[in-house]
């Protein structure tokens, strides 16, 4: 359970989020939200040493948003490649569209001058979400199941096919209809592409 303090820290990440995604992200500063959330400027500098820090804090605390519910995925042998796939591109998918992250990227995107190795952290970040497809896709190739070299480029690849990749941020989300087909024909598309065998 979180505490008191971990919950108003979550709270003004997302209330953030929010007035970067509402104003964007070099047109709000630190004074607009300690007045807009209720805290001493001095909290948020102290907290998080700048207004990019804060960035680096909310892109840490979307990791687990995808991590934690793939790993819940049930990748049992016995059960269909497809299916397994499908379950991953759901969580992708409900990654991608959920508003907070994607006010988030939409702000990451913006401020990407401004925020130190910005490339590292998203790269690290990203191969967090994507590293749960890779071992998947590792399976799949020792079993002799799919043609693959590289299964963390795969697994990029995997992503940016049904999650659409960065680029999903920055237009309108799809609907529940519109990303389900998405997504079963980007998992067709790509089941093609490793050669799966099922």
């Known amino acids: 359970m979180k505490s008191e303090a971990e919950e108003r820290q979550n709270r003004l990440l997302d209330y953030a989020l929010l007035r970067f995604q509402e ?8 004074d607009d939200l300690a007045s807009g959330f209720g805290v001493s400027k001095s909290t948020i500098y102290l907290r998080y040493g700048s207004k990019a820090g804060l960035m680096r804090a909310a892109m840490l605390r979307a990791t687990p948003l995808a991590t934690v519910p793939m ?27 959920d508003p907070p992250i994607r006010a988030l990227w939409q ?22 979400i994507i590293l749960p497809v890779a071992l998947y896709l590792k399976y799949l190739r020792v079993a002799g199941l799919a043609d693959i070299d590289d299964e963390h480029q795969v ?7 049904t999650g659409s990749g960065f680029g999903r941020f920055l237009g309108p989300p799809l609907d529940k209809e519109q990303q389900s087909a ?3 024909a980007a998992i067709a598309f790509f089941g093609r592409g490793i050669g799966l065998k099922i």
């Open 71 to 97: 790993s819940k995925i049930d990748i049992d042998p016995a059960r269909c490649p497809v299916d397994v796939l499908r379950d991953f591109a759901r969580v992708f998918s409900r990654y991608v569209n």
């Open 155 to 161: 697994a990029s690849y995997f992503f940016d096919l």
């Open 107 to 128: 702000a990451v995107t913006e401020a990407r001058g401004e925020i130190a190795s910005w490339e590292t952290i998203v790269a690290e970040e990203t191969e967090k």
């Open 182 to 184: 998405s997504n079963e």
């Open 23 to 30: 104003e964007g992200y070099r047109n709000v500063s630190v």
